[in-house]
C-alpha cells in the first residue's frame, strides 16, 4: 500500500488553501500535481546545463543530450519496451495521435478503407481520424457503448472487418474511468490484418503498461497527466511502421542529409523529431517516471481502486446523483463521472470549489459521448497517488451541501 501521507509532502501545492479551505486536488484526469523532485529537475537544466541538445560537441551539449535520452530510455522500460529508439517525444498525446495520422494515415489509407474507433473517444482520438477520413474518402466506424459504459461488443464482427485498417481505442475512458478490454480487441483487429492504437492518455498513467504484452501498434500518452511537466507527451512505435511511414514533421534534426530539392531521413527516433525539442520538461519527466516507478504502478492501481470503491460507495447514497459508468471497481480506474438531479454541473463545480474542492465540469472534450449520454456535461472527480479517503468524504460532504442547497431552492 502506498505512505500517501509521506506522498503529499512530497507536493507543495497540496498544503495550500483554496478559499480559505485545504485545498482537495480531483481534477487529476486533466492534469496531475507534480513533486518537487520534478520541478526541481526543470530548474537544474535550466540553472546548470541548458544547452541545445544533438549537435553540440561541447560538455554542456553533451550532458544535456545524455540527460534527454537518458528519458527516452527510461520511458521505454517504464512501457515495457524493448528498444528506446521506438519512443518518440512529442507535445503531448494529441500530437502522438495525429502524427499517426498523418505520417501512417495518409500513406497508408485508402478510399473505402474503414477506421473503427469508440463512442467513448476523447476529442483527440476522434478528430485526427475524422480529418483523415475526409481527406481520403475513408470511413470511420464507431463501437457503442453500453448503458452502464462499457464497450458494447456484441456486434463486434460487424465492426470489426477485412475492410477495418486501424482500431483507435483508449485503455481508459477518461468521463466514465471504463477500463476497456484492450487486448482481445487488438488481437482481433490484427486478426483482420488492421493495425491498433492505444490512447493510453489516462491508462498509463494509472495502469502498469506492458506494450509487448498488449501487441500495439502504437500507444500515445502525456507526461503531465502523470506528475510529469506539460508539453511532453510520447508515442511509441512498433520499429516496422516508424521504420516505413514517411516523417511528419520536416526540419532540423530530423534528417541526415540535405540537398536544395531533396532530404533524407536520420534515424529512428529523431526521424520524428524536428527541432529542438523540449529539453527541459523531458528531462523533468524523467523524475516523474522515476518517482512512479519507485512507488510501481501496481500500487498505483491498488490505492486508486481502493479509494475509487470508496468513493463510488459514499457518493452514491447522495439523494439525486446519477453515477456514470461501470458499477464495478475492477472495471474502472479513478475517474467518478456524476450529475445531480435539478442541478448543472457547473454550479456543482462552482459551488465545491467555495469549499475547496477542484473537479472538473463539462463535456471533458468528449462530447459525442455527452450526446450519447444524453447531457449537455458532468461533473468529474479523479483521483492520484496523492489523494485520501478524507477528501473523498470533503468531496463527498461538499456534494451534499449542494443537494441540499438546491433542493431547499425548489421546494
Ligand atoms: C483519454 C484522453 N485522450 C487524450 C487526451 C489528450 O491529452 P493531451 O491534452 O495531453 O494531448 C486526454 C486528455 O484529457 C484524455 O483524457
Redesign the pocket.
Not at 220 to 225: G, L, R, T
Given at each position: 500500500m502506498l505512505d500517501v501521507q509521506a506522498i503529499r509532502k512530497d507536493f507543495d501545492i497540496l498544503g495550500r488553501e483554496m478559499r480559505g479551505k485545504p485545498l482537495v486536488y480531483l481534477d487529476n484526469?486533466?492534469?496531475t500535481q507534480k513533486p518537487r523532485v520534478v520541478i526541481e529537475a526543470l530548474v537544474e537544466y535550466y540553472r546548470n546545463y541548458n544547452a541545445n541538445i544533438h549537435r553540440g560537441i561541447y560538455y554542456l551539449s553533451e550532458l544535456a543530450t545524455e540527460k534527454y535520452e537518458q528519458v527516452r530510455e527510461k520511458t521505454a522500460r517504464f512501457i515495457g519496451a524493448p528498444d528506446p529508439a521506438t519512443i518518440i517525444f512529442t507535445?503531448?498525446?494529441?500530437?502522438?495521435?495525429n502524427l499517426v495520422a498523418y505520417a501512417w494515415g495518409r500513406q497508408y489509407i485508402e478510399p473505402g478503407d474503414e477506421i473503427v474507433l469508440t463512442e467513448m473517444?476523447?476529442?483527440?482520438?476522434l478528430v485526427p481520424w475524422q480529418l483523415l477520413a475526409q481527406e481520403k474518402g475513408a470511413r470511420l466506424r464507431h463501437i457503442g457503448i453500453t448503458e452502464d459504459g462499457r464497450l458494447a461488443l456484441d456486434d463486434l464482427d460487424e465492426i470489426i472487418t477485412e475492410r477495418t485498417k486501424l482500431l483507435s481505442i483508449?485503455?481508459?475512458?477518461?468521463?466514465l474511468g471504463t477500463i476497456n478490454p484492450v487486448k482481445p480487441l487488438i488481437d482481433r483487429a490484427h486478426a483482420k490484418g488492421a493495425i491498433c492504437l492505444i490512447?493510453?492518455?489516462?491508462?498509463v498513467p494509472h495502469l502498469p503498461t506492458e506494450v509487448l504484452e498488449l501487441d500495439c501498434d502504437f500507444l500515445?500518452?502525456?507526461?503531465?497527466?502523470m506528475l510529469g511537466p506539460?508539453g511532453v507527451?510520447v508515442l511509441y512505435g512498433k520499429r516496422e511502421w516508424l521504420e516505413r511511414m514517411p516523417p511528419f514533421l520536416g526540419g532540423g534534426d530530423m534528417i541526415s542529409r540535405v540537398w536544395l530539392d531533396r532530404a533524407t531521413w536520420n534515424k529512428l527516433p529523431w526521424k520524428y523529431e524536428a527541432g529542438t525539442p523540449n529539453i527541459a520538461d523531458v528531462i523533468a519527466f524523467g523524475a516523474a517516471l522515476d518517482y512512479l516507478e519507485q512507488i510501481g504502478m501496481e500500487a498505483v492501481r491498488a490505492h486508486e481502486r481502493e479509494l475509487t470503491a470508496y468513493a463510488l460507495e459514499q457518493l452514491s447514497r447522495v439523494p439525486g446523483i446519477r453515477i456514470f459508468g461501470p458499477r464495478h471497481v475492477e472495471d474502472r480506474g479513478g475517474v467518478i463521472s456524476f450529475d445531480l438531479e435539478g442541478v448543472h454541473p457547473h454550479d456543482i463545480g462552482q459551488l465545491l470549489d467555495a469549499e475547496g474542492v477542484a473537479i472538473r465540469a463539462g463535456h471533458?472534450?468528449?462530447q459525442p459521448l455527452m450526446e450519447r449520454l444524453d447531457v449537455s456535461a458532468t461533473a468529474r472527480a479523479s483521483f492520484y497517488i496523492y489523494n485520501t479517503e478524507e477528501e473523498v468524504d470533503r468531496l463527498v460532504e461538499a456534494v451534499r451541501k449542494v443537494e441540499r442547497v438546491f433542493s431547499r431552492a425548489v421546494n
Open positions: 484526469a486533466a492534469t507535445r503531448n498525446t494529441t500530437e502522438a495521435i473517444e476523447h476529442h483527440s482520438n483508449t485503455r481508459m475512458s477518461n468521463v490512447d493510453g492518455a489516462q491508462g500515445a500518452f502525456s507526461a503531465h497527466k506539460t507527451g471533458h472534450c468528449c
